[in-house]
């Protein structure tokens, strides 16, 4: 009987949470731009007390993780080992701790890997699950998910996060990504966009589900996502795909001329190598050297053109240029597959400015052995509205809002 009550209990729970979140506006959540680190970053609220997390934004991490040591929660429970959904979160064995009970130190829990993609480094800890909500009151454009599943971090394993953050969004294809249980408690669409600021001043949006009203007005291109045959995750087992984001690029102009690049760069081989991968982790886009090479050297010579000077590198960028010679700089072109379908880099998408005096061009050389060809990177992103449409397969982008008047924070 207390069983069948619990049940009918639960299940109003949730008829409640579904009608709010389908009455207002899609789940938004606002994302801020770390100036130091140039990492984005978003703010969510767990558990009993709902606390205030700042979470970094990573495309290609699997789930959310973040230091439970200070965290306290009465609605806070451990996934126990063998359960359903240590099976859907595919948990790596069974841990358990030694000392004092407290989050992130419990018995029989299902074995979750976070990885601190700045350390380089992967941990062991467990899987649990607790409330989340979009935003302090639980109101506003931003849902609410019962029993949402994470990873505890130890607060000695967040090296390299923006200062103030204490874990990272995860928001791969996984079953266990952010997006994918915000949706199926609220049924909406699979789909998810980010648009990051390109200041620290600005506020962008993460929003899940379909657009609500905020594209309306929005020039967006699309091009098919694409799956990696071969895991891109520091661990996995043989035949288990990435969860990582790769769209096709097929090559790249600068200023309208298609550089020579060898095609096989372009395509992911069986071994998982090549192609065009997107990623947050990476804050400036990086080329394999044999791209980056005849890349560097079209824009330097289109910037001449222009009337721009060069100047002395300034490391890691190989190609900068006398600030005050630039009022406009060469157009990059990611082309993709289909009539007129290309994402295009410009302005401050395409330069990043070192200081008064000098800009340099806003690429990376990615080495002669990438995993990727292309790792497209946060700065390339700033300012564009990207939609990733899971239900589809799609990535609708719009390149630079700025050229259409708007810009993240307006959305
Ligand atoms: C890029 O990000 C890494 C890691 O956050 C940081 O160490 C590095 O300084 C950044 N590079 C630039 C040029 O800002
Ligand atoms: C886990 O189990 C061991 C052995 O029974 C016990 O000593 C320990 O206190 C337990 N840890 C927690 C966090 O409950
Ligand atoms: C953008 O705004 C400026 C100033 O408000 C205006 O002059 C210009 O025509 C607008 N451009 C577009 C594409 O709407």
Same mark, same amino acid.
């Given at each position: 009987?207390?069983?069948?009550? #619990?049940?009918?209990?639960?299940?109003?729970?949730?008829?409640?949470?579904?009608?709010?979140?389908?009455?207002? #506006?899609?789940?938004?959540?606002?994302?801020?731009?770390?100036?130091?680190?140039?990492?984005?970053?978003?703010?969510?609220?767990?558990?009993?007390?709902?606390?205030?997390?700042?979470?970094?934004?990573?495309?290609?991490?699997?789930?959310?993780?973040?230091?439970?040591?200070?965290?306290?929660?009465?609605?806070?429970?451990?996934?126990?080992? +063998?359960?359903?959904?240590?099976?859907?979160?595919?948990?790596? +064995?069974?841990?358990?701790?030694?000392?004092?009970?407290?989050?992130?130190?419990?018995?029989?829990?299902?074995?979750?890997?976070?990885?601190?993609?700045?350390?380089?480094?992967?941990?062991?800890?467990?899987? #649990?699950?607790?409330?989340?909500?979009?935003?302090?009151?639980?109101?506003?454009?931003?849902?609410?998910?019962?029993?949402?599943?994470?990873?505890?971090?130890?607060?000695?394993?967040?090296?390299?996060?923006?200062?103030?953050?204490?874990?990272?969004?995860? !928001?791969?294809?996984?079953?266990?990504?952010?997006?994918?249980? &915000?949706?199926?408690?609220?049924?909406?669409?699979?789909?998810?966009?980010?648009?990051?600021?390109?200041?620290?001043?600005?506020?962008?949006?993460? &929003?899940?589900?379909?657009?609500?009203?905020?594209?309306?007005?929005?020039? !967006?291109?699309?091009?098919?996502?694409?799956?990696?045959?071969?895991?891109?995750?520091?661990?996995?087992?043989?035949?288990?795909?990435?969860?990582?984001?790769?769209?096709?690029?097929?090559?790249?102009?600068?200023?309208?001329?298609?550089?020579?690049?060898?095609?096989?760069?372009?395509?992911?081989?069986?071994?998982?190598?090549?192609?065009?991968?997107?990623?947050?982790?990476?804050?400036?886009?990086?080329?394999?050297?044999?791209?980056?090479?005849?890349?560097? %050297?079209?824009?330097?010579?289109?910037?001449?053109?222009?009337?721009?000077?060069?100047?002395?590198?300034?490391?890691?960028?190989?190609?900068?240029?006398?600030?005050?010679?630039?009022? %406009?700089?060469?157009?990059?072109?990611?082309?993709?597959?289909?009539?007129?379908?290309?994402?295009?880099?410009?302005?401050?998408?395409?330069?990043?400015?070192?200081?008064?005096?000098?800009?340099?061009?806003?690429?990376?050389?990615?080495?002669?052995?990438?995993?990727?060809?292309?790792?497209?990177?946060?700065?390339?992103?700033?300012? #564009?509205? &990207?939609?990733?449409? &899971?239900?589809?397969?799609?990535? %609708?982008?719009?390149?630079?809002?700025?050229?259409?008047?708007?810009?993240?924070?307006?959305?």
């Amino acid at each position: 009987m207390a069983s069948f009550l #619990n049940y009918i209990v639960v299940f109003f729970f949730f008829a409640i949470l579904v009608a709010s979140t389908s009455a207002q #506006n899609v789940p938004t959540l606002p994302i801020r731009k770390d100036p130091k680190t140039r990492q984005f970053y978003t703010t969510i609220h767990m558990g009993s007390n709902r606390a205030a997390i700042n979470t970094v934004i990573d495309l290609g991490g699997p789930f959310l993780w973040f230091s439970c040591n200070d965290y306290s929660s009465t609605t806070y429970a451990p996934i126990p080992c +063998g359960s359903r959904k240590c099976q859907l979160a595919k948990g790596s +064995g069974c841990v358990g701790c030694n000392l004092p009970k407290r989050p992130g130190c419990t018995n029989d829990t299902c074995g979750a890997t976070p990885y601190n993609p700045f350390m380089n480094l992967l941990f062991a800890q467990g899987f #649990n699950e607790d409330s989340f909500y979009g935003s302090k009151d639980g109101a506003g454009p931003a849902a609410v998910v019962p029993r949402f599943l994470f990873s505890c971090m130890d607060k000695d394993s967040l090296e390299g996060l923006a200062s103030g953050a204490t874990g990272m969004l995860g !928001l791969s294809r996984s079953e266990i990504s952010f997006h994918k249980q &915000l949706v199926g408690v609220s049924k909406l669409p699979h789909k998810f966009s980010i648009c990051f600021p390109s200041s620290s001043s600005g506020i962008g949006k993460l &929003l899940v589900g379909g657009g609500g009203g905020v594209y309306n007005n929005i020039l !967006l291109k699309s091009t098919p996502l694409i799956v990696n045959p071969v895991s891109t995750y520091p661990i996995y087992s043989e035949g288990d795909a990435s969860e990582e984001y790769f769209i096709g690029v097929e090559s790249i102009r600068v200023a309208g001329e298609t550089i020579s690049v060898k095609e096989s760069h372009f395509t992911i081989d069986k071994k998982g190598d090549g192609g065009t991968k997107i990623s947050t982790v990476q804050n400036f886009t990086a080329l394999h050297n044999s791209i980056y090479k005849p890349f560097a %050297r079209a824009f330097v010579k289109a910037a001449a053109d222009l009337g721009i000077k060069s100047v002395a590198a300034v490391p890691p960028f190989r190609a900068c240029f006398r600030s005050d010679t630039i009022t %406009r700089s060469p157009e990059i072109d990611l082309v993709f597959p289909g009539k007129d379908v290309y994402w295009s880099i410009g302005g401050a998408n395409s330069m990043v400015e070192i200081d008064r005096k000098t800009s340099c061009l806003a690429f990376v050389d990615g080495g002669s052995n990438p995993r990727s060809s292309i790792v497209i990177g946060g700065h390339q992103m700033e300012e #564009n509205l &990207l939609e990733f449409d &899971l239900l589809n397969s799609q990535l %609708r982008f719009s390149s630079s809002l700025l050229v259409q008047n708007k810009s993240c924070s307006s959305l």
